[in-house]
């Protein structure tokens, strides 16, 4: 069974830098997919990044040029460097983690990660 531990949420001005942590389970070696999402109140929850075990990552448009997806299969842990961060950015957010034996795009639908976090809170204030 794959669990997943989100740490390194916070609170921080706008322009700051947060990174995010997630350890997974042993079991976690065996998912080709990882990912990062979103949720803000009263809004949908979105993909912010995902990436395979062997490297290939995909971004949301919105934050594509500040936040950095990397994942660490030795470790199990997957992480998100946020830089620049905006007040649009304040949001819960989940790491997930898929079996995806389609290739090497991660999918970008919620439906596709079978394993979620809790979740660690983000705000960014003006």
């Known amino acids: 069974q794959v669990q997943l531990v989100e740490s390194g949420g916070g609170s921080v001005q706008a322009g700051g830098s947060l990174r995010l942590s997630c350890a997974g389970s042993?079991?976690?070696?065996?998912?080709?997919?990882m990912g990062w999402f979103r949720q803000a109140p009263g809004e949908e929850r979105e993909r912010v990044a995902s990436i395979h075990r062997d490297g290939l990552s995909t971004y949301a448009d919105s934050v594509k040029g500040r936040f950095t997806i990397s994942r660490d299969n030795a470790k199990n842990t997957l992480y998100l460097q946020m830089n620049s961060l905006k007040p649009e950015d304040t949001a819960l957010y989940y790491c997930?983690?898929?079996?995806?034996?389609?290739?090497?795009?991660?999918?970008?639908?919620?439906?596709?990660?079978?394993?979620w976090g809790q979740g660690t809170q983000v705000t960014v204030s003006s």
């Open positions: 997930a983690a898929a079996d995806w034996p389609y290739g090497w795009a991660c999918p970008g639908t919620t439906y596709s990660y079978s394993y």
């Open positions: 042993d079991s976690t070696y065996n998912t080709q997919c």
